[in-house]
Nanobody, 126 residues
């Protein structure tokens, strides 16, 4: 059973930085998509950034390009999201997700992620 443990998040002012971590366990393949998604109450879950553990392929939502960086440490099965130049519109619940036996071109599809973390709140005040 894949398990995801998120940490980080919190509150910051406009222009500030925060980092998120997601420690994964329960799989042995490197054909895994790891992603960060976010959701505001009443809205659909939005893809923020994804990375493929085997190929290292990275993809960002247009809204965060140049400000957010996703990275991984495969030895620790941990994925990170460094968020810089945060804006109030980045305020949301952020979720880590994993999709096992996925190829890099599948990583953008929300529906492919079968495992989700509990979520961590990020609040950016103006």
């Amino acid at each position: 059973q894949v398990q995801l443990m998120e940490s980080g998040g919190g509150s910051v002012q406009d222009g500030g930085s925060l980092g998120l971590s997601c420690a994964a366990s329960g799989y042995t393949t490197n054909r895994v998509c790891m992603g960060w998604f976010r959701q505001i109450p009443g809205k659909e879950r939005e893809r923020v950034a994804t990375i493929h553990t085997g190929g290292g392929n990275i993809d960002y939502a247009d809204s965060v390009k140049g400000r957010f960086t996703i990275s991984q440490d495969n030895t620790k099965k941990t994925v990170y999201l460094q968020m810089n130049s945060l804006k109030p519109e980045d305020t949301a619940m952020y979720y880590c997700a994993a999709g096992v036996w996925m190829d890099p071109w599948d990583c953008r599809s929300v529906g492919g992620y079968a495992y989700w973390g509990q979520g961590t709140q990020v609040t950016v005040s103006s």
